[in-house]
Every structure is written in C-alpha cells, then in structure tokens.
C-alpha cells in the first residue's frame, strides 16, 4: 500500500496563475482532508470530505476549492494564488469521520511558493 | 470550541536526557487524543493515542495518560534518542457539536536531540 500519495511535491506559482493540487489514497478510507502548515502555526483545516460525494468548509477555506473525484481522490484547487497561500499542504485520509477514534494518515505534503 | 494548547519550543536535550511536552485541550463533548510526529521533510505520523479518560498510549518508547480531570495528555520519554528529533503536534478529535469529522492541533513543539 502506498498510503496517501500528493503531487507534486514542490510547486511555485506566480501571484494569479492556478493549479491543482492531488491526493489519491489507497486505503479504503471514507473521509480525506486538506490542511496547510505554517510556521507557529500548527496545522489547520481547508476542506474536508466526510464522505465520497460530499465536501465541507474547514477553519482557512478562502482562496480554495475542492473536489471529491472518487472515493479515493480529493484535490485541491487554488485559482488564483496569492503570496499569503505559500505554505505547506497536507491531505489525509480516515477510515471512518464521525467516529470518535480518528485517526488520520497524512501524506508527504505539497511544498507551494508564491511569488 | 475546540482547542489544543502544548508547550512551546524549541525544546533541546542531550541524549538519554527524560522528555516532557505538556499538553492541555479544551473540548466540549468527550475527545480522542492523539500525539503526531514530524519528522523532517515529511508529513504526519501517528505516534500514539488515547479514546477514554485514563488510557494510556505508548509507543516507541513515549508515552501520555489521557487525563480528564485536568485535561492534559502530555507526552514523557524515559530516554531520548537523536533519531526522535522531530516536531510534536498534540490533537484532538471530538465527537460532539458535529466536528467530529475534523482533528484540532496544537502549534507543535519543535524537539532536538543532541549526541
């Protein structure tokens, strides 16, 4: 098993353009989720997906939006990037959102630059 | 809501040196809690876990008591190693208030081990 996989693993973008931003888990899970990291910052939530065919707003969902392809894929897409969306970008998947036991498996994270 | 409060870092020992990263939470119905780590360049891992009041996780060597009454879950090493350099995040998983989709996270503490 490969677990959660992201591509690519390091972007940089100029103030404006657009990307996509993909995770692709291949653990069965229900759920999967966005975060980004910054410095002191901890990590905080973007978008989740609870579920396949469903999407909910997280504490930083400004700038961003998701999609749930299938059950195993959940991207990321920011349409116009801002210096402020430098970060890094997580996604993680659980096996079941919505029970108190959830514990999440992150993948190797997204490295994004904005100039 | 929800919140997750842990020490601040950087926290630098020597090897064999006892490890303490203290941390509390605020949450309004009965969490799960959950000690990640971060190694460098990469993305989340589990590290250890407790569902109920007074369970203990442990886990290569650290360990953390879920405790209710004063609502800490702080994270001990008898004996640190260099390799257990890393960023520790404290989080919490709740099942009420319907965020029980979502883990909270503290900012992480930042660990370094020298030989």
């Known amino acids: 098993n490969a677990g959660v996989t992201q591509t690519p693993k390091f972007q940089v973008l100029k103030t404006g353009q657009s990307m996509t931003l993909q995770c692709a888990q291949d653990?069965?899970?229900?759920?999967m989720y966005w975060y980004r990291q910054d410095p002191g910052m901890g990590l905080r939530l973007i978008y989740y997906s609870a579920s396949e065919g469903t999407t909910d707003k997280g504490e930083v969902p400004n700038g961003y939006n998701v999609s749930r392809l299938n059950k195993r894929e959940f991207s990321l897409r920011l349409e116009s990037a801002a210096p402020s969306q430098t970060s890094v970008y997580f996604c993680?998947?659980?096996?079941?959102?919505?029970?108190?036991?959830?514990?999440?498996?992150f993948g190797p994270g997204t490295r994004l630059t904005v100039l | 809501g929800d919140s997750v409060t842990q020490m601040e870092g950087p926290v630098t020992l020597s090897e064999e040196a006892f490890l303490t990263i203290n941390c509390t939470y605020t949450a309004t119905g009965y969490p799960s809690l959950f000690w990640y780590v971060q190694y460098p360049g990469e993305g989340l891992q589990l590290l250890l876990k407790?569902?109920?009041?007074?369970d203990k996780g442990s886990n290569k060597g650290f360990e953390a008591t879920y405790r209710k009454e004063t609502t800490s879950f702080h994270l001990e090493k008898g004996s640190v190693q260099v390799s257990d350099s890393a960023v520790y995040f404290c989080a919490l998983s709740d099942r009420s208030g319907g965020s029980n989709y979502k883990l909270t996270f503290g900012k992480g503490t930042l660990l370094t081990v020298n030989p």
């Open positions: 653990m069965n899970h229900n759920s």
């Open positions: 407790a569902t109920k009041a007074d």
């Open positions: 993680a998947s659980s096996l079941m959102g919505g029970h108190s036991y959830n514990e999440q498996f």
